[in-house]
Nanobody
């Protein structure tokens, strides 16, 4: 199967930046699309961004448009989330996910992003 591992989380001041990474294990990666979700304490999981793996087309949630950029390195089976102009409301556990056809199928363990104001 597919194992996803996030990294790059940490503590940052409001207005700062972080880059998250998501690495897929194994030599073969068959997912059609990948993306990022986040979950803040007491809140439901929230969609952040997704990317079509082969074409590279992207879609961002309204809450992060103009601030976050999703990208991928096909050769390394790695996806990134560049987060700029971070706000207090961006603080959450960020999860990497991969999908096949129309279904989110694989999930990472999550990485904590904390924003201090």
């Amino acid at each position: 199967q597919v194992t996803l591992v996030e990294s790059g989380g940490g503590l940052v001041q409001a207005g700062g930046s972080l880059r998250l990474s998501c690495a897929a294990s194994g030599r073969a990666f068959s997912s059609d699309f990948m993306g990022w979700f986040r979950q803040a304490p007491g809140k439901e999981r929230e969609f952040v961004a997704r990317i079509n793996w082969s074409a590279g087309t992207t879609y961002n949630a309204d809450s992060v448009k103009g601030r976050f950029t999703i990208s991928r390195d096909n050769a390394k089976n790695t996806m990134y989330l560049q987060m700029n102009s971070l706000k207090a409301e961006d603080a959450a556990v960020y999860y990497c996910a991969a999908g096949v056809r129309i279904t989110w199928k694989y999930w990472g363990q999550g990485t904590q992003v904390t924003v201090s104001s």
